[in-house]
């Protein structure tokens, strides 16, 4: 059974900082592209950070310049860096492995940041 478990998320001020950490297991993690979805109350869930297999990166515009994503093959692990958050950045982050034939994500991990 595939595992993605997401951890790091909590409550901060605006302007602080959060890293979300997101650890599979039972799958060849290095062949997987990685992505951090956001989930805000009432809306649709939303790609913030994409890092493919070879290490390409993509961002939201909304969050471009304020989170880095990155991965560490050797740990099986992918994270999200987030500076100068906003209260708009609330919601669930959901860490998400996707190759062609496979989709997984993990259980979420709750973000909440108030002005």
């Known amino acids: 059974q595939v595992l993605l478990v997401e951890s790091g998320g909590d409550s901060v001020q605006a302007g602080g900082s959060l890293r979300l950490s997101c650890a599979a297991s039972t799958i060849t993690f290095s062949m997987f592209n990685m992505g951090w979805h956001r989930q805000a109350p009432g809306k649709q869930r939303e790609l913030v950070a994409y890092i493919a297999s070879d290490g390409r990166t993509t961002y939201t515009n909304s969050m471009k310049g304020r989170v880095t994503i990155s991965r560490d093959n050797a740990k099986d692990t992918v994270y999200l860096q987030m500076n100068n958050l906003k209260p708009e950045d609330t919601g669930v982050y959901y860490c998400?492995?996707?190759?062609?034939?496979?989709?997984?994500w993990g259980q979420g991990t709750q973000v909440t940041v108030s002005s």
């Open positions: 998400n492995a996707q190759m062609v034939g496979y989709d997984f």
